[in-house]
């Protein structure tokens, strides 16, 4: 069973930057949009970015101008650059990926187990 795994998260200062990876843990066939997702206990899952497979992004607003994300298809390894870091970004990141585990299977949403991006003041 195919499954996202996210690395990079930890502690740091505000003003500081986390740079997040995700890749499939085994071969897989293909894979389209990617992106990130971010959630704090008692709220919901919220958007941070996407990337679809031509390189096309979509950030919330609330990270506009400080985050990048990308992607390397080669490596179908998505990556999430994080700068100027705040307190507010506190939380666990998810990657999300649409992907075709093999040549016969149909796109579907894989999510990773998250990682913990704290941000002390």
């Known amino acids: 069973q195919v499954q996202l795994v996210e690395s990079g998260g930890g502690l740091v200062q505000a003003g500081g930057s986390l740079r997040l990876s995700c890749s499939p843990s085994g071969p897989i066939y293909r894979i389209k949009n990617m992106g990130w997702y971010r959630q704090n206990p008692g709220k919901q899952r919220e958007l941070v970015a996407t990337?679809?497979?031509?390189?096309?992004?979509n950030y919330a607003d609330s990270v506009k101008g400080r985050f990048t994300i990308s992607r390397d298809n080669a490596k179908n390894t998505v990556y999430l650059q994080m700068n100027r870091l705040e307190p507010q970004d506190t939380a666990v990141y998810y990657c999300?990926?649409?992907?075709?585990?093999?040549?016969?299977?149909?796109?579907?949403?894989?999510w990773g187990q998250g990682t913990q991006v704290s941000v002390s003041s």
């Open positions: 990337i679809d497979s031509g390189g096309n992004t």
């Open positions: 999300n990926g649409d992907l075709r585990a093999s040549f016969a299977a149909a796109y579907k949403p894989y």
